[in-house]
Nanobody, 120 residues
Framework: VQLQASGGGLVQAGGSLRLSCGAS????????MAWYRQAPEKDRELVAS??????RYADSVKGRFTISRDNAKNAVYLQMNSLKPEDTAVYYC????????????????WGQGTLVTVSS
């Protein structure tokens, strides 16, 4: 079971990017899905999460970023608009997965990260 993220890149301030992340493998179901980010020399922080039809955002991205899910595809997306240089970071997708391969209960798994660079 793994998560594969894509969509990062270099964009000018004010621009937009859309990150995608898909889960693959032997999966029964997925609980919460989320995006985190880690800027150089900073701790990893939650950007946005989606669970049970509810979404949650970090204050710094509210009104600019939108998280969405496609449960049929086991995928999560992050639409990022009005990007700022301070959004520069490696973005990681996260999911809580129910899989016979991972054992009983929902287990947390991480994607490999995708770099977003916003130039001023």
């Amino acid at each position: 079971v793994q998560l594969q993220a894509s969509g990062g890149g270099l964009v000018q301030a004010g621009g937009s990017l859309r990150l995608s992340c898909g889960a693959s493998g032997s999966i029964f179901s997925i609980g919460s899905m989320a995006w985190y980010r880690q800027a150089p020399e900073k701790d990893r922080e939650l950007v946005a999460s989606a669970s049970g039809g509810s979404t949650r955002y970090a204050d710094s991205v509210k009104g600019r970023f939108t998280i969405s899910r496609d449960n049929a595809k086991n995928a999560v997306y992050l639409q990022m608009n009005s990007l700022k240089p301070e959004d520069t970071a490696v973005y990681y997708c996260y999911a809580e997965v129910l899989s016979a391969v991972l054992g009983m209960g929902l287990k947390p798994i991480w994607g490999q990260g995708t770099l977003v660079t916003v130039s001023s």
